[in-house]
């Protein structure tokens, strides 16, 4: 579960990895779809990145039950800090 002090979360169906949202961007348009761009971060080392392709993810706004659903359709890992 996400902390309360995030406004921002992601929630990703049968995955045990945990992430905070850092950013995110998003194109809407009527009739067409949508994509979002999500940065996050993690405490958890050696996430499967492969492993959470394909699976419905929740992009929650605050803890109203305001969010987006989606499919992740791709997933880079830019840094290891």
Same mark, same amino acid.
């Given at each position: 579960?996400?902390?309360?002090?995030?406004?921002?979360?992601?929630?990703?169906?049968?995955?045990?990895?945990?992430?905070?949202?850092?950013?995110? $961007? &998003?194109?809407? #348009? +009527?009739?067409?779809?949508?994509?979002?761009? %999500?940065?996050l971060?993690?405490?958890?080392?050696?996430?499967?990145?492969?492993?959470?392709?394909?699976?419905?993810?929740?992009?929650?706004?605050? $803890? &109203?039950?305001? #969010? +987006?659903?989606?499919?992740?359709?791709?997933? %880079?890992?830019?840094?290891?800090?």
């Open positions: 579960m996400p902390s309360p002090d995030y406004r921002f979360s992601l929630t990703i169906k049968d995955s045990p990895a945990t992430f905070q949202v850092l950013a995110f $961007d &998003g194109v809407e #348009g +009527i009739s067409k779809p949508y994509t979002f761009t %999500v940065e971060v993690s405490e958890q080392a050696n996430i499967n990145l492969d492993n959470l392709l394909n699976r419905q993810a929740f992009l929650a706004f605050g $803890d &109203g039950g305001l #969010g +987006i659903h989606g499919q992740i359709y791709r997933m %880079v890992q830019t840094a290891d800090i």
